[in-house]
Nanobody, 123 residues
Framework: QVQLVESGGGLVQAGGSLRLSCAASGRTFSRYAMGWFRQVPGKQRELVASISGIGSTNYADSVKGRFTISKDNAKNTMYLQMNSLKPEDTAVYYC?????????????????WGQGTQVTVSS
């Protein structure tokens, strides 16, 4: 059974940093696409960053230059380093993985999801 478990969320002041982790179990995701999505109440879940099975990365325009996605295949863990955080980054952040190597930007393409972790950025 595949499980994705996020950690690292919390409350931080604007301009601060957080690092989210997503530990995967039940399958090795080294060759599969993974991503980070976020959602605020009343809005659709949106892609923050994705990483393909071959390591290609993609970012939402709103986080380019501030966030970095990475994977440690030996640990079967994905990370999201978030710097220069802004109040508009406040959301529940979800880790996702899919049965394929290509990293799509739509959340419907992902098969597996974590439970989410809250990130709150105060002004």
């Amino acid at each position: 059974q595949v499980q994705l478990v996020e950690s690292g969320g919390g409350l931080v002041q604007a301009g601060g940093s957080l690092r989210l982790s997503c530990a995967a179990s039940g399958r090795t995701f080294s060759r599969y696409a993974m991503g980070w999505f976020r959602q605020v109440p009343g809005k659709q879940r949106e892609l923050v960053a994705s990483i393909s099975g071959i390591g290609s990365t993609n970012y939402a325009d709103s986080v380019k230059g501030r966030f970095t996605i990475s994977k440690d295949n030996a640990k079967n863990t994905m990370y999201l380093q978030m710097n220069s955080l802004k109040p508009e980054d406040t959301a529940v952040y979800y880790c996702a993985a899919r049965d394929g190597t290509f990293a799509y930007s739509d959340y419907e393409s992902y098969n597996y999801w974590g439970q989410g972790t809250q990130v709150t950025v105060s002004s």
